[in-house]
C-alpha cells in the first residue's frame, strides 16, 4: 500500500494553469502506475490521465489531451498534473491514484477500478 497527498488545487479563471502535486509514500513509488482522476457535483469519478512507473507511457483523456500534461519524479515520489488553458467544465475534486501491477494480471488504467490506492483529492475551480 501507499499513501497519496494532493495538493496545488485552488481557484483561477477560465484560461489560466494549475499544477497538481501527488506526494506518495514509501520506497517503491516507481513500481507504481499513478493516475489522475476528477469528480463534479452530482457526476461519476472520470479519467484524466495515467503515467506508467517510469514515465514512458502516458495515456490522457480526449477532453483534457493538448491541455493537460501528467509527469512523475521518482526520486521525489511525485506525481504531477500541469493543467493549462482551463474552462469552466474542469471544475472538480482532483483525485491521485496509484497501483502496483502483479505480473500477468492487466489492468485499464483508464478506469477507477484499475487503481487501489486513493489520495483524499483536492479542489479546482475554474470561473469564467
Known amino acids: 500500500q501507499v499513501q497519496l497527498v494532493e495538493s496545488g488545487g485552488g481557484a483561477v479563471q477560465a484560461g489560466g494553469s494549475l499544477r497538481l502535486s501527488c506526494a506518495a509514500s514509501g520506497r517503491t513509488f516507481s513500481y507504481y502506475y499513478m493516475g489522475w482522476f476528477r469528480q463534479a457535483p452530482g457526476k461519476e469519478r472520470e479519467f484524466v490521465a495515467a503515467i506508467s512507473g517510469s514515465g514512458g507511457t502516458t495515456y490522457y483523456a480526449d477532453s483534457v489531451k493538448g491541455r493537460f500534461t501528467i509527469s512523475r519524479d521518482n526520486a521525489k515520489n511525485t506525481v504531477y498534473l500541469q493543467m493549462n488553458s482551463l474552462k469552466p467544465e474542469d471544475t472538480a475534486v482532483y483525485y491521485c491514484?496509484?497501483?502496483?501491477?502483479?505480473?500477468?494480471?492487466?489492468?485499464?488504467?483508464?478506469?477507477?477500478?484499475?487503481?487501489?490506492?486513493w489520495g483524499q483529492g483536492t479542489q479546482v475551480t475554474v470561473s469564467s
Open positions: 491514484a496509484a497501483r502496483r501491477p502483479l505480473w500477468s494480471v492487466s489492468y485499464d488504467y483508464t478506469s477507477p477500478g484499475g487503481y487501489d490506492n
